[in-house]
């Protein structure tokens, strides 16, 4: 992934003007007039049309593979608003930071990536939900400003303060939630569709993933020597290997005892079975 990544990247750059400048400012003027119309759309027919159906995909009708995305996720006025608003809000700060063709590729890419997931359900799963809106498109845009902007903060319903991080383990959550579901149901389709919908995001962030994963294997590996390191300095200079902080015991004098280093406690404190769940933590 991390070589398609670099693909990707050497593509935009090779190509700037191959983007849409302000794409998300089309999409949710789309959204908000597809929205307007099927208001006064009894029949539901003009969403059924737009709506990604892998099986009247399949049978011709084209315009499928791009028009789902304009139809707006909400149940009502006001939640059609909030979430326009905030996914706007969101593109336009990934698009200032990626430039505008890589924005359109990775949108573009999780359009199609989207249709296929789709497709994939029905082949597998013998039926797949039509698609009614840009969700896992617009999921992926989430966790994308979530990963570059983990810390920045929005507040639910205008009142409560949260981090993007935390909003985006719990959607992480739930999307393998849906996934486990799919699978203990037996309907593979199901289980993949987020997945398969969603690797643009893997895909981008490949390089980002990777150095995350080297940097905790380094501070575990750091930790760990730095454990053993302790453990036998003690040993060579006290003559035992462990010995409660609580109550004074070592292993030497009472070898039955068992003895525990507190995950809790800063730096590496011992303890005995019985003070290990009783003492007050290490916090400098």
């Not at 399949?58 to 149940?75: D, E, K, M, N, Y």
């Not at 989430?142 to 205008?158: H, S």
Request: hydrophobic share 50%; with cysteine; net charge positive.
């Amino acid at each position: 992934m991390k070589k398609l990544n670099a693909a990707i990247d050497r593509f935009c750059a090779m190509h700037p003007r191959l983007g849409i400048p302000n794409l998300m400012r089309y999409l949710v003027a789309a959204n908000a007039v597809v929205y307007i119309f099927s208001m006064f759309d009894r029949s539901g027919m003009l969403l059924n049309m737009l709506a990604m159906d892998a099986a009247s995909l399949l049978h011709g009708q084209i315009w499928r593979v791009a028009t789902f995305v304009l139809i707006p996720t909400g149940s009502g006025p006001l939640s059609v608003m909030l979430s326009l608003f905030f996914y706007f809000w969101l593109g336009e700060s990934m698009e200032r930071l990626w430039g505008s063709t890589k924005f359109t590729v990775y949108y573009a890419g999780g359009m199609l990536l989207s249709v296929l997931s789709s497709i994939l359900a029905l082949f597998l799963d013998g039926f797949a939900f039509p698609l009614y809106g840009a969700g896992y498109v617009n999921a992926a845009l989430f966790f994308a400003f979530a990963l570059t902007y983990p810390d920045a903060v929005v507040r639910l319903f205008y009142i409560i303060p949260i981090k993007m991080k935390w909003l985006a383990v719990f959607e992480a959550a739930i999307y393998v939630l849906s996934v486990v579901q799919g699978i203990r149901m037996g309907l593979w389709g199901v289980a993949l569709a987020p997945i398969v919908a969603m690797l643009n995001l893997f895909v981008f962030f490949s390089p980002d993933f990777s150095r995350r994963a080297s940097q905790f294997q380094a501070r575990h590996r750091t930790e760990a020597v730095q454990f053993r390191r302790a453990v036998k300095e003690q040993r060579r200079q006290k003559g035992y290997n462990h010995k409660c902080e609580v109550c004074g015991r070592t292993d030497a004098e009472h070898p039955d005892l068992q003895f525990r280093y507190c995950s809790k406690c800063t730096g590496y404190h011992c303890f005995c079975e019985e003070h290990i769940f009783n003492h007050v933590h290490h916090t400098d």
